[in-house]
């Protein structure tokens, strides 16, 4: 696996893997990496001939209070996991390379930047949006992979892909989930043995919608708050929000009446978990 630290390398990589045909996967990432990011490592390997994977932990989209200071990056863990996945090559540029001094340049998806997890974290999905375009016009994938468990950010930037008209596939693969069912997440390092038992209530206000919707409930309030109750009944947890949402549009629906996505945010201490499940 070759290591890039410069766009020009990567570049190069990249346009020398097409001209001999291949199909180029990408996974961008910010390292940490955990089995949810090896999953679509290999999905991309099952569908692309090249894949690049980036890590590189994006300063635009953390706020002012937020962990990027202390965010996990156990670079050299990450590189073995990457080369025992076989990626054929790891883009991680500093900074400077990404926002040379100066840069003045962002992408805003308007409107949808604000729901969801971008009501809680002001100007986060300006810095996705924005990052992600780059790293798109950097590495020129023919796919690129998401992973489910970020689903605000998933529509946000299959908007920005179709607004303007980026040449790239948008593939989002399932969550991939502890067998105690939390979400895999970088920020469950952070989590003490206590409060790992906590976060668990995140998937279980999920798993107590989805009985509520099998039994036959179709009301989305009563669903929200029929998850809500077991949130508020874990004293390690503090919810952000509880949302049942059109997947595309992020807006609140009154009846789950077609594919409708069920998200949770809650703060477990001080480190802030998502997860969510799609209904219907
Ligand atoms: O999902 C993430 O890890 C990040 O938001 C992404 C897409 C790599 C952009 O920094």
């Known amino acids: 696996m070759k290591v890039c630290r410069t ?6 990589l990249s346009r020398g893997a097409r001209s001999e045909g291949r199909r180029i996967g990408f996974v961008p990432t910010m390292g940490a990496l955990h089995e949810g990011h090896l999953s679509l490592v290999r999905a991309a390997k099952a ?3 090249f894949v690049i994977v980036s890590i590189f932990v994006n300063p635009t989209q953390f706020g002012p209070n937020e962990d990027l200071e202390r965010y996990p990056r156990p670079f050299e863990r990450d590189r073995e996991m990457l080369e025992r996945e076989e990626a054929d090559a790891l883009f991680a540029p500093d900074v400077e390379e990404i926002y040379p001094p100066g840069a ?43 992973g489910q468990k ?41 989590l003490s043995l206590q409060e790992r038992k906590a976060a668990l209530v995140l998937s279980r206000s999920l798993a107590k919608v989805r009985a509520e919707f099998e039994a036959g409930q179709r009301s989305a309030a009563r669903l929200r708050e029929a ?30 009446a077609r594919p409708t996505l069920v998200a949770v945010a809650a703060y477990v201490g001080t480190t802030r978990l998502i997860d969510n499940v799609v209904l219907g």
Request: proline share 5%.
């Open 47 to 49: 569908e692309c001939e």
């Open 227 to 256: 998850g809500e109750r077991v949130v508020a009944g874990e004293p390690g947890a503090r919810l952000d929000y509880f949302a049942i949402v059109d997947p595309d549009s992020l807006d609140f629906v009154d009846e789950v």
């Open 104 to 146: 003045l340049t962002f992408v805003s998806v308007e409107e949808l930047s604000g729901k969801l997890d971008g009501k809680s974290r002001p100007g986060h999905f300006r810095g996705v949006a924005t990052v992600v375009a780059k790293l798109f016009h950097i590495v020129e994938p023919d796919a690129a992979f998401f």
């Open 150 to 190: 970020d689903a605000a950010q998933v529509a946000v930037l299959r908007r920005m892909v179709r607004d303007l008209a980026l040449p790239v596939e948008m593939c989002v693969c399932p969550i991939v989930r502890e067998a105690d069912g939390l979400a895999m997440s970088s920020r469950n390092a952070y």
């Open 7 to 12: 766009i020009e390398e990567v570049r190069g």
